[in-house]
């Protein structure tokens, strides 16, 4: 089965860091764009960043930009996503998602980690 | 990059069509046909319903169809179903590896 599995949310001070995982199997990883996507309360899906398969390109979303880190272990099927000097606007479920098989959509997701910024 | 624009919420009785619009512009749904469409129960993981504008993933039942017209894509329910009710987003490419969705849509089943 194609899964993806997130982890790593928690209760963050602002200005802090915080360090999701995204563990992936059911597929070969290391030929996969993947994503992360958030969601704030009561908000809509926004897209935050992507990486490539081998990793040597990363995109964000500019309200990240400068942020927050995307980056992958091929050899563990994991995605990272490294959050610094967070914001509470930061606050949200994240989402991970593996590029669809034909590419410029999202599927599968994950069931999303909560990430709350708060002091 | 602004959120493509869907309307707050659409309604029918089971058996009915809905029919969930997505507004952009010419550098995101307009420019591309790399329109998706996403279900999503709350609290679970959002589900692909609808690639490429108008293709479905297999398992996807065929009452759910897309199109695209202009800066405008759509995604009409056809038979209305109980389970059918939850939040739907558009989403498009919108240049340069980047993505925008839509504001959401919510689905309810009378």
């Known amino acids: 089965e194609v899964q993806v599995v997130e982890s790593g949310g928690g209760l963050v001070q602002p200005g802090g860091s915080l360090r999701l995982s995204c563990a992936a199997s059911g597929f070969t990883f290391s030929r996969c764009w993947m994503h992360w996507v958030r969601q704030a309360p009561g908000k809509g899906l926004v897209w935050v960043l992507s990486?490539?398969?081998?990793?040597?390109?990363?995109i964000y979303a500019d309200s990240v930009k400068g942020r927050f880190t995307i980056s992958r272990d091929n050899a563990k099927n994991t995605l990272y996503l490294q959050m610094n000097s967070l914001r509470d606007e930061d606050t949200a479920v994240y989402y991970c998602a593996k590029d669809w098989v034909s590419g410029w959509s999202f599927d599968p997701w994950g069931q999303g980690t909560l990430v709350t910024v708060s002091s | 990059q602004s959120a493509l624009t869907q309307p707050r919420s659409v309604s029918g009785s089971p058996g009915q069509s809905v029919a969930i619009s997505c507004t952009g512009t010419g550098s995101d749904v307009g420019g591309y046909n790399y329109v998706s469409w996403y279900q999503h129960h709350p609290g679970k993981a959002p589900k692909l319903m609808i690639y490429?504008?108008?293709k479905r993933p297999s398992g996807v039942p065929d009452r759910f169809s897309g199109s695209k017209s202009g800066n405008t894509a759509s995604l009409t329910i056809s038979g209305l179903q109980a389970e059918d009710e939850a939040d739907y987003y558009c989403?498009?490419?919108?240049?340069?590896?980047?993505?925008?969705f839509g504001t959401g849509t919510k689905v309810t089943v009378l």
């Open positions: 989403c498009s490419s919108a240049g340069g590896y980047t993505y925008v």
């Open positions: 990486i490539n398969p081998d990793g040597s390109r990363t």
């Open positions: 490429d504008v108008d």
